[in-house]
């Protein structure tokens, strides 16, 4: 089989997975009666009771059953400083390229026999490196000093309160600290349903 067959084949699969999660209730595509927000999803009524099982039960295997953990629930915002120091400003990254021909847009890494993947043209821009983090404004004036992120990852905000459970449980090292919650990156190409999207939760030790 070639190669086309079989990306043609698992697109098939793939695309009658989302259109069964869609009919049984699992998972919607956001904002779908307006045309829809790519790598944006939306639980449904079988979806969310499936995900909160899988929460609950992750939390009370890692948390409740352990006297070596405790939990956290920090705010998906995130102080520049903190992504900054982290190295996420600068590293945190994917390398993009453009069609020239058809303005499609895509990961330099993905792209095969340097063509583009819509039109099949040669003519791309070189890559450049895209950050992956959301930016959002952050009080009553938008300038660049009034701006902060929507967390990369849960794991952040661990590192950064863990003097504050120290201090407010009396842990000795060694301990752990978890957090479920929501992570936003600002993916280059969505794809696979939802195995790369830009906003998913995350289970972090």
Known sequence: MSTNENKFKTNATMNDIVALCKRRGFIFQNSDIY???????DYGPLGVELKNNLKSSWWKSIVHERDDVEGLDASIITH??????????????????DCLKCNHRMRSDHIIDGKCDNCKSTDLTP????????????GPVENDKSFVYLRPETAQSIFTNFMNVVDSTSRKVPFGIAQIGK??????????????VREFEQMEL
């Open 183 to 196: 992570a936003f990156r600002n993916e280059v190409t969505p794809r696979n349903f939802i195995f790369r």
């Open 127 to 138: 890559p450049r490196q895209f950050n992956l983090m959301f930016k959002s404004n952050f």
């Open 80 to 97: 520049p400083l903190t992504l900054k120091y982290s190295g996420h400003e600068t590293t945190f990254s994917d390398p993009m390229s």
């Open 35 to 41: 045309g829809g927000l790519q790598g944006i999803y």
